[in-house]
RNA sequence: CGGGGCGUAGCGCAGCCUGGUAGCGCACCUGCCUUGGGCGCAGGGGGUCGGGCGUUCGAAUCGCCCCGCCCCGACCA
C-alpha cells in the first residue's frame, strides 16, 4: 500500500514546480537516462531543488526516512544512527575528559515545574506535549514529556547541593526530547530528537561562564576536527537566547545553499534556575547563596548539518573521522576461476586496511559502486584479474571521485594517507565555501540587498557581517528579510567598533546576519 | 495554524473526466547467464486502490466527511 505519508521524489518534484513532467530527462547527468528506473532513485541536483536534494541524500544514504504514523517523528535507520553513535562517541569521551559524569533524569517532568522560571515556560509552552491520562484516569497534574531538563534538573540539584564542597556538580544526559513542531524536516527539526544536555552548578558566577565557553569549545572542536564543518562561535542576542538563561552561545555552520544552521548551544543559565528550584549551598564564609547553572547541547541536528555541509549530487559524503564504515573493497571477477584467487585476496587486503568487502553475489560491480557511493562511504577500493595480474588495487575517492591504481604491497599507507586528505579537503572546502559566502554590509539597505535575494535557488545564501546591536527591537527589523542575527562572533575577524546600522550607537564589532534553518 | 499539492504492489507511475471488480516499469523469488560504473533471458509471488459514510444492480472511478504526507509562509535545536 502507498500509504499515508511518503516523501516521494514524485511529491517533492511536485511541489517546486516541475508537476513531475520531465525534469529527469532535462537535465539529469547523463549516466542517470538510463537508469532512471534503478531501485535506488536518482537525486535531485543541488542547483534544481536544494531542500529535494537533502531529503534525497538522506532516503538514498539510507540514514532515516519519516516515521509516517507519528506525525514530524522520523526512524533514524542503521546507516544514520551509526554517524550519530560516532559523534557520541567523540562527545562523550571530551565530556568525560572534563570531569563530566553521565547521569539519566526522568522523561516525565511535572507540568508546575515549567511554571516556575516565568521566562522559561512562556518560551517553550507553544511546543509542549503533555499527559493528562495514565492508567485509565485523569492525572492530577499533568506530566509534560520534556522539551528539556532544566526545570526538574533544577529540583534534585536542590537536593543534592548543601555546601561549596558540592560544588561545582558537572553532569551530562543523553536523551531524547519532543518539542512539538509545527513544521518538521528530518534530522534538522522533528518532533521528537535525541541529544545530550550538559547542567553545571558552579559557586560562582564566573566559573559558570568559564563552564559554558569551556564546552562550546568543545562543540567548536567536534564540528570542525571530527566532522569538518567549520563554525562561528558566539553570543546570541537576548531576543535568540535560550528561555531562562541570562546569556547563550552558539556555533553557527553555513550549509552549502549559504543558510545557517545553529549546530550547537551553551547557556549561562546565571541563578534564575537556582532561584525558581531554591538550589542554595552555604559558601566557604558560611553565607547561604544560589548557585549559577550552566547547560549545553547539541542534537542530531548535527547529522543535519554534516550532510548539508558536504554531500553532493552522487549522494552522502562522510568525512573518514564520522564514517562508521571508512572503505570498502568491492571484488570484480568474470569467470568461475577468477573469483577464488580476487576473493582470497580482496580478504586478505582487506582484513590488512580493515576494509568491508562487499562479495555479495548477483551484484554487478557497477551496482556496488553506486550503492556505497550513496552511502558515503570515503573510499571504494577495486580489485580484479587485471590487479591481480599487475599486483595493484584501484583506490577511488568518494569526495574528488579520482580513480588511482596503487600498489598492493602499499595499499595500506595509502589508504590512510587518502583519508587523512580527504578529512582536510572537506573541512577546507567547507571553510572556503564559508569564506566565499561572507560579506560586509554597513547599512540596512546592505543588508536588505544581500539577503533579499539569499536563497538557494537565487545563487545561495550569505552572512552578512554588520555593525549591529544586541536590542530585541533591532532583531525584529531583520524579520523584515526574513533573517536573524546569528550571533556576534567571540573572536573579531573584521574591522573592530563601528556604529550600529539601526540605532547609530557604537557597537564592538560586526555580528552575523542571515537566513537560517 | 493559513495557502497549495498529493495519497493505486516495496519504489515510480497509468487507470478516474465518460462507474462494470486493477495494470505497467523497477525491485523481490526460482533457474540459467553475466560481472572493471546501475547485465540479459525465462518463469513466479505480491494490492482491504489512505480511512469512513453515502449514491448505484455495481465505486479506484461520482458526492460528503476525516486522516496523513510534501512544499510555501507565521513559531523553533
Known amino acids: 500500500m502507498r500509504g499515508p505519508g511518503k516523501w516521494t521524489p514524485r511529491q517533492t518534484r511536485q511541489a517546486w514546480g516541475g508537476g513531475g513532467l520531465s525534469h529527469s530527462g532535462l537535465c539529469m547527468p547523463h549516466w542517470r537516462l538510463h537508469t532512471e528506473l534503478m531501485a535506488e532513485s536518482p537525486i535531485t541536483a543541488r542547483s534544481q531543488d536544494f531542500a529535494a536534494w537533502y531529503q534525497d541524500v538522506v532516503l538514498q544514504g539510507d540514514m532515516a526516512e519519516p516515521a509516517e504514523i507519528v506525525k514530524g517523528c522520523m526512524v533514524i535507520k542503521a546507516n544514520g544512527y551509526a554517524v550519530w553513535e560516532v559523534l557520541q562517541r567523540e562527545l562523550d569521551q571530551r565530556f568525560k575528559a572534563t570531569n563530566h559524569q553521565n547521569l539519566y533524569f526522568p522523561l516525565l517532568i511535572p507540568e508546575s515545574f515549567l511554571k516556575k522560571e516565568a521566562e522559561h515556560v512562556e518560551g517553550f509552552s507553544p511546543e509542549l506535549a503533555v499527559v493528562t491520562v495514565a492508567g485509565g484516569k485523569t492525572l492530577e497534574e499533568p506530566y509534560v514529556i520534556r522539551p528539556t531538563s532544566e526545570t526538574i534538573i533544577g529540583h534534585f540539584f536542590a537536593k543534592w547541593i548543601q555546601s561549596w564542597r558540592d560544588l561545582p556538580l558537572l553532569c551530562n544526559q543523553w536523551a531524547n526530547v519532543v518539542r512539538w513542531e509545527l513544521r518538521t524536516r528530518m534530522f534538522l527539526r522533528t518532533t521528537e530528537f535525541l541529544w545530550q544536555e550538559g547542567h553545571t552548578a558552579h559557586s560562582t558566577h564566573e566559573e559558570a561562564v568559564e563552564e559554558s565557553l569551556r564546552m562550546l569549545d568543545v562543540y567548536a572542536e567536534v564540528s570542525e576536527d571530527v566532522m569538518a564543518m567549520p563554525v562561528i562561535k558566539g553570543v546570541k542576542t537576548r531576543a535568540e537566547k535560550f528561555a531562562g538563561a541570562l546569556r547563550s552561545y552558539s556555533i553557527e555552520a553555513m550549509m552549502q545553499n549559504g543558510l545557517a544552521l545553529q549546530a550547537g548551544t551553551s547557556h549561562d543559565l546565571g541563578q534564575n534556575f537556582g532561584k525558581a528550584f531554591d538550589v542554595k549551598f552555604q559558601n566557604k564564609e558560611g553565607q547561604l547563596d544560589y548557585v549559577w547553572q550552566t547547560s549545553w547541547g547539541v542534537s542530531t541536528r548535527l547529522i543535519g548539518g554534516l550532510i548539508m555541509t558536504h554531500s553532493d549530487d552522487k549522494g552522502l559524503v562522510l568525512p573518514p573521522k564520522l564514517a562508521p ?163 556576534i562572533p567571540l573572536v573579531d575577524e573584521f574591522d573592530g567598533p563601528g556604529k550600529c546600522i539601526v540605532t547609530g550607537e557604537t557597537v564592538p564589532h560586526r555580528a552575523v546576519i542571515a537566513k537560517s534553518y
Do not use: C
Open 325 to 487: 564504515v571508512k572503505s570498502v573493497l568491492v571484488p570484480i571477477y568474470r569467470k568461475e576461476e577468477e573469483k577464488g584467487p580476487v576473493l582470497e585476496a580482496a580478504h586478505r587486503i582487506a582484513k590488512e586496511v580493515g576494509a568491508k568487502v562487499d562479495d555479495r553475489e548477483g551484484q554487478s560491480p557497477g551496482a556496488k559502486f553506486f550503492h556505497w557511493e550513496r552511502r558515503g562511504v570515503p573510499v571504494v577500493l577495486e580489485l580484479g584479474p587485471r590487479d591481480l595480474a599487475s599486483g595493484k588495487i584501484v583506490l577511488k575517492r568518494r569526495d574528488t571521485g579520482t580513480k588511482e591504481p596503487v600498489d598492493q604491497t602499499a595499499i595500506a599507507g595509502k589508504l590512510a594517507e587518502a583519508l587523512a586528505d580527504m578529512q582536510t579537503g572537506l573541512f577546507t572546502r567547507a571553510k572556503e565555501r564559508m569564506k566565499a559566502n561572507t560579506v560586509l554590509a554597513n547599512s540596512i539597505g546592505e543588508v536588505e540587498e544581500i539577503l533579499k535575494n539569499a536563497t538557494a535557488e537565487k545563487g545561495g545564501g550569505k552572512f552578512v557581517m554588520a555593525h549591529i546591536k544586541d536590542d530585541p527591537a533591532v532583531d525584529a527589523r531583520m524579520k523584515e528579510f526574513k533573517a536573524t542575527i546569528r550571533n
